[in-house]
């Protein structure tokens, strides 16, 4: 009797199949009951950031027919409006009797943290490479972290169908890149597909007709090795992903080390030092098939499987039978690179637009994050402390990604400007992160690019001219002084711009940084914003408020032309007056506003500036919300200069 059936819970709905597809999953099932592990193949899908690797896996999907219509990998919504992975998915596929596990790894360095937990629980990559820009700053992150964990590689150089296609040089490139990472031989005896993701065709060769992706399938069962497990029969797992599932709760997600599992089994689980987390018995299991979730009775060793049942166990905890404390260990995760302190929003507006603004809801919802952010760290600060909590991420994406999360579940909180994370050699020397940063540019703007970025202690690389009169400038920079640059080489460049940094080592501190040199149009009073006071006030400089919108006294309603400060009133009324006119009324028509996202406005504000997030609004204030003590404080700042 076959011990895997297919759920009606599937990832978009549970309707009950038609008979025509009934009959379609049983050759599936046939597949997926299958115990030997000569028949599974585990793969991720490694790559720099919009190379094609989600494209690619939907492709695959499509192929071996597990495609559901209009679905991408890229489900969550945060990931369909930035256009990038944000999180790591498993999904799986059956072809010529194999079962492949496939995961799709986001590839902006920001989120390395979820590359670097699934890599232990696969057996090979997939490093897919644009054709036209070749090997990126993040092509290097995910290739060397691989290699580190021994994992076999595949090439697939995707976009070969595009006009400005360097084939022959990228593959030039890949093969520097896998010397400089001092790659054995057997390594680089690595295979090369061509590929246009897109339009679902794949060759090994240049010269053969373009038709479907079977050619890279059977690249993975011919070069990826069957999953290397443990002999001994008693069953351990380690938790690699966490994920809610709308039927069955909490999902504990990783790859089956060694034994098997059935439904219904006693188990245990236990934390990175051996201690007991919690006991509990398995009441589901589910594998991915496609979008669908399949539930089963019986999972073996060398499986990649979803596991319900645990409620306290997390991301690096080990699951052992009944009795047991064995240890699996997990792959190191790089530190994190900034930190942002959150505290409760004390604004005038405070509690007005979302009632999830407490200490103890702000803390629950943090704990719960940093279980399953493994590249996240949360600093809770004693009770009756002003700092709030200290969250630290690997860069302001990161960490943007995650308050914009806790916008959209109804959370209100405050943001302070970030710092840079440190570290000391043994001597006790203070050392800062300095990253690699390749800007592409049109060469009108490459002056402009290496001025801001002398400006901003950066040393100069190298330059290479692409096509269209475009240029690459490569720089090693203090991360510190990143903060900001992206939006402001996008407002400059006029969105053409194309910025991407990756961590390059850790360097001596360089010493104080050249500040920005911009003011703040500050509102002086509380009220009511109005077309006819906004209008007054767009001589100073740039706003960030619409009419109608609150304002209070400290609130930043603009950007100001030079350094300082200004307070103004945005809430003034147009006087009245008594005589009468049959001409229409003067129309105000306003100059456009700058809005932030909340990773722009972490960038952004300076010292004496917060960020205010509610579920309605994003708002920059002033730390001091009192008009005279600010005052005091800019008289204190001048005198400081002279």
């Known amino acids: 009797m076959p011990y895997a059936s297919f759920s009606t819970t599937q990832a978009a709905d549970s309707s009950a199949s038609s008979n025509k597809e009934a009959g379609m999953k049983e050759d599936v099932l046939k597949v997926l009951n299958s115990v030997s592990r000569e028949n599974f193949r585990n793969i991720a899908i490694i790559a720099h ?46 072809y010529k009797g194999y079962k492949i596990n496939i ?15 699934i890599m232990s629980m696969v057996d090979g990559v997939a490093l897919v490479v644009c054709a036209v820009e070749g090997p990126m700053t993040q092509t290097r992150f995910v290739l060397q972290k ?17 006009g400005g296609a360097r084939v022959k040089e990228i593959e030039n490139e890949l093969f520097e890149l896998f010397c400089s990472l001092e790659s054995d031989d057997s390594i680089l005896d690595y295979p090369v597909y061509y590929a246009s993701a897109r339009d679902a065709w794949a060759i090994k060769n240049l010269s053969d007709p373009k038709k479907d992706m079977s050619c890279i399938l ?33 999902m504990l997600i990783g790859r089956i080390q060694s034994g098997e599992v059935k439904v219904g089994d006693r188990l245990q689980s236990v934390d990175a ?9 398995c009441m589901r299991l589910v ?5 669908n979730q399949i539930e089963m009775q019986k999972a073996v060793a060398g499986d990649i499987i979803s596991l319900a049942g645990f409620q306290e166990t997390t991301v690096t905890h080990t699951l052992n039978v009944h009795g047991n404390s064995h240890v699996l260990p997990s792959i190191p995760i790089d530190p994190p690179m900034i930190g942002v302190n959150l505290n409760v929003n004390t604004s005038p507006l405070a509690g007005k637009e979302s009632s999830k603004n407490t200490t103890t809801n702000i803390k629950d919802r943090l704990k719960k994050e940093a279980e399953n952010d493994v590249s996240l760290i949360v600093r809770f600060e004693d009770k009756g402390s002003s700092k709030g909590y200290e969250i630290q991420g690997r860069g302001d994406l990161h960490l943007g990604v995650l308050f914009e999360k806790l916008r959209r579940e109804g959370y209100e909180f405050s943001l302070t400007p970030p710092v840079v994370i440190f570290q000391k050699d043994k001597s006790g020397k203070v050392l800062e992160p300095i990253e ?19 400006y901003r202690s950066a040393s100069f690389v190298d330059c290479v001219n692409l096509e269209d009169k475009r240029q690459k400038l490569t720089f090693t920079c203090p991360t510190r002084s990143l903060l900001g640059l992206r939006s402001e080489l996008m407002n400059e460049t006029k969105g053409t711009a194309i910025i991407i940094s990756e961590f390059f ?10 500040k920005s040199q911009r003011g703040a149009l500050v509102a002086a009073t509380d009220g009511v914003a109005t077309p006819y006071g906004i209008k007054e006030l767009e001589k100073h400089g740039v706003m960030f408020i619409k009419p109608g919108q609150k304002v209070y006294d400290g609130m930043i309603i603009g950007e100001h032309e030079t350094e300082d400060d200004v307070d103004l009133n945005p809430t003034k009324e147009k006087k009245l007056t008594n005589i009468r006119t049959t001409t229409r009324e003067e129309q105000v028509l306003l100059a456009p506003i700058r809005e932030f996202s909340i990773e722009e406005a972490i960038t952004y504000i300076r010292d004496d500036e917060i960020i205010e997030v509610t579920p309605e609004n994003i708002r920059l204030r002033k730390v001091e919300l009192n008009g005279a003590q600010r005052k005091v404080l800019r008289r204190q700042i001048k005198n400081a200069r002279k």
């Open 146 to 162: 691989a290699l580190k964990q021994r994992l076999k590689p595949i090439v697939i150089l995707n976009k070969v169908d595009r």
């Open 49 to 94: 950031v919009d190379h094609g690797k989600t494209t690619l896996v939907d492709a695959l999907l499509k192929h071996c027919g597990a495609e559901t219509a209009g679905k991408s990998m890229d489900s969550n919504q945060l990931e369909k409006e930035k256009g990038i992975t944000i999180l790591s998915k498993c999904t799986g596929l059956t």
């Open 218 to 250: 059977d690249g993975i069962i011919e070069h990826i090795p069957p999953p290397k497990v443990e002999d001994s029969t008693e069953f351990k797992m380690l938790v690699s992903q966490i994920e809610s599932n709308t039927y069955f709760g909490k």
């Open 103 to 117: 995961v799709d790894t986001p590839g902006h360095q920001d989120f390395g943290g979820e590359v670097e937990r």
């Open 273 to 281: 030092q051996g201690k007991l987390v919690e006991m509990a018995k």
């Open 505 to 514: 080592e850790y360097q001596p501190h360089k010493g104080p940084l050249k």
């Open 436 to 454: 690699k940063v390749s800007i592409e540019i049109g060469e009108q703007y490459s002056s402009l690019v290496i001025e801001k970025m002398n």
């Open 287 to 291: 594998r991915r098939y496609g979008f």
